[in-house]
């Protein structure tokens, strides 16, 4: 079926034709995160091809539409899929491998050696399988991923219909896909030109963090970035050892380092972004850098707690990410949600701070924001691609319901999200997901696990 | 059938004849938080009427018990049930009614008006049920609690089957069930009296805190605890208010002004312990006085973050605790888990501290001894209560699993929970509460929950 974008009231106004479109969501409670930040209460949302023609209320949308199929949604709450900032897919393989330790140690005697001995493209095909199922049935539609083998990532989130930013990792040392920084330029080069243009997936490049590139590295990356017009997805002062490594070497913080070899620009989205200075925010924004925060991730490695009041009183699109689930140990991001809310309410001793309208919008459109996408996701509004989510909020944890946006904080989890649509495809329906083979999917990443203990014995 | 408990070598000296008990839990992973926290892989627990009567390797137990029912527990996790330290039940009905603000604004705009208006026997009576309802479902088998009208709380808790410490408020102010605190004492007095000797229900006093009580109700508080050889239920120093008041009136610390009037000893479990320096540890220590942690309710109320590692290191019981869902906003233990150590990791910027085992130990067993149940309940161990709850590790977010203690505080939730068991008495199986009508008691709460809109529009 063609796209179209429907204006409402013109159809209103001729009842007796009404257009039929593929999909309709009717019934429930329809959080647009709009501009309005309009809520309707028995709302629905039309569908048609891979976008959204009609947003309003459920009378309304009756009386100009019909569809091809009709979901019910009453007592539920349809929302735009979450956009996930910040993630390391594969990396589900090693969740739980090594809990509780001091960062070097997680790093050089678990993750590292995993990675050297562990990480092929089937390893990255089947890990990605894993994650891309566990993150439908949270209802993320949108990922942005830094790791090895993206093209392998990109060939099942191709698969399994959902919509992702992938970037190619760069970094000094050897990597598990690259040898030297040049070869992982050049598969950068051609992931980012195999990818192009495609509807759901967008290629970029990913330079691991300042203290681990060079300055030659870092500038090279900017100019492929430049050259293909694809976002740069870095780490940025994650930990305090970031900000001392670059005041050594260069004097200067970490974000004003990369300030003054060029390298920010609105195309950028950093990571994490935690030991910041307001000098330092005032860069981003005046760059149009997109920060991704990950709260669960800082608070289990200890990273510390970014100024996330300040990025969003400076104006600085910020996002939630939940990190790879290494650090996590999950990627849900109503976690993510409620770990930001709660977090920021006790560092500023403040309960207001980060609202749950506030943790919401970050896991949406702001997400959208900060990723460069936020003409064609993060919210439920006309002419948007159908990327929706449909929550159940029928648990006893979950009862009574005073407030949706309160509840889907502080109250509800991944498990409640009952179908999740990307690029108007239903990947999941009645929390059944039909895009992947999930025993097949579960059975080998199960497999894949006992490499995976046997490397860091 | 008869209490007994059994020697297990002794009974697989005769193998020929092996003893029949009620029920046999087999093939899971057991965490049995016993002194050694063994960890039994392909275990099995044997249950015969209220009691545990045999723990150990599958093949071990299997030698020496029948069972009536044998429940296979291959590939899920088999550990004691949660002991959460601190709740207001019936609070549930006033979950998500009010977030995001001032904690003052809070209390005297919402939940004051709300439980002024709507607090009676009837409501409490629909809370608690709806409260115990999401215990059971998330693998709560003891809780502690503190409001108004225990007594009708009690009458819930022991139709619904669960084991609770319930402690009837008492407060200087005008409260639901008293105008005056020696009407509150005489209501304590009567629900002691009442409920002394029940198997899974243990009556307790519960002064509010020592900033809204006078010094007079506070001594025959525990005068009444002593006679009665009951716990006493506090509120201490959660937030640096009632510090700065202890200090203005008596010119002393919230906990040294309670150790100058003999307030403390070892039946005082004290909620939330935010504000305490070295020397207020040290008299908690020495009292005997058991902590209940609440991470997620001091956060989101912004109260500060309590100093666990130093009651760790200090040799003072912690337990955990929700608080009541209205600063929480569910009674999920593995939130609570969760929270406690990502939040002291940050606190304290090590990834070390408060591990996942801690966490566990503090949900469990640390609960049992901070609220003097510890030889009944806590860990699983021949002898004790069969307090028992098997969790499914099947979900993509589980997958795969190198360390199930890790899974359990880190990548898992209520809803994983698929068998609850309280004093031998099965109240979940498969996910299906048994000891409650589910529908009618949501039903009930969302009729209620019109009401309470109504009180604080």
Redesign the interface.
């Known amino acids: 079926m063609a796209w179209c974008v429907l204006s409402l009231s013109a159809a209103s106004a001729q009842p007796s034709n009404p257009i039929e479109v593929d999909l309709l969501l009717t019934g429930g409670t329809v959080i647009t995160m709009d501009r309005a930040a309009r809520v309707i209460t028995n709302g629905a949302v039309a569908v048609d091809g891979a976008g959204i023609v009609a947003v309003g209320s459920a009378a309304e949308v009756a009386s100009a539409i019909t569809a091809l199929e009709i979901v019910d949604t009453s007592g539920r709450i349809v929302l735009p899929g979450f956009v996930n900032t910040h993630t390391h897919a594969p990396m ?2 090693f ?3 090594a ?5 070097k140690e ?1 790093l050089e005697q678990y993750i590292f050696p995993a990675e050297a001995k562990t990480v092929t493209p089937e390893f990255v095909r089947v890990a990605s399988a ?1 994650a891309v ?2 993150m439908i ?2 209802g993320t539609t949108t990922f942005v991923d830094m790791y090895y083998f993206e093209e392998v990532i990109a060939e099942v989130v191709a698969e399994a219909g959902l919509r992702a930013v992938l970037g190619q990792t760069v970094i000094q040392f050897p990597a598990p896909d690259a040898a030297r920084p040049a070869d992982a330029l050049a598969r950068a080069d051609a992931f980012i030109q195999a990818w192009a243009g495609h509807e759901r997936i967008t290629p970029a490049v990913a330079p691991h963090a300042m203290h681990t590139l060079d300055e030659a590295t870092l500038v090279l990356v900017r100019d492929l970035a430049m050259r293909h017009d694809v976002p740069i997805l870095i780490h940025l002062a994650e930990t305090e050892d970031e900000l001392r490594i670059a005041q050594e070497r260069y004097g200067r913080t970490p974000t004003s380092y990369l300030e003054s070899i060029g390298f920010w620009g609105p195309s950028v989205l950093a990571a994490h972004g935690v030991w910041l200075s307001e000098v330092d925010i005032d860069i981003l924004r005046r760059r149009g850098v997109g920060v991704s925060h990950n709260p ?1 991730s ?5 990273s ?2 970014a100024p996330v009041p300040e990025y969003l009183a400076a104006g600085v699109d910020v996002g939630l990410g939940t990190d790879g689930a290494a650090s ?5 991001m109503f976690e993510a949600m409620r ?1 930001a ?3 920021h ?2 560092q ?6 980060v ?3 506030a943790s919401l919008q970050m896991a949406t459109i702001g997400g959208a924001r900060a990723i460069g996408l936020e003409s064609e996701i993060g919210s439920i509004e006309l002419g948007k691609r159908a990327d929706l989510i449909v929550v159940s909020m ?4 979950q ?5 949706p946006i ?2 889907l904080v ?2 509800t ?3 409640d999200v009952i179908m999740t649509i990307v690029h108007g495809r239903i990947l999941m329906r009645d929390g059944r997901v039909l895009s992947l083979d ?1 025993p097949a ?2 059975a080998a ?2 497999r ?2 006992a490499e ?2 046997e490397a860091v014995r």
Chains 1, 2 share one sequence.
């Open positions: 589900v393989m969740r739980g491998l809990d509780d330790v001091a960062l997680w894993l199922l566990e049935r949270s669960e800082n608070m289990k490695l200890a510390g707690s996590n140990n999950d990627l849900d770990f809310s709660l977090l309410k006790l500023r001793r403040d309960p207001k701070a609202s749950a309208q029928a648990a006893a944890r009862t009574p319901m005073y407030d309160s509840h502080y109250a989890r991944g498990d999930e999917v579960l990443a199960r894949l696990a995976v203990s």
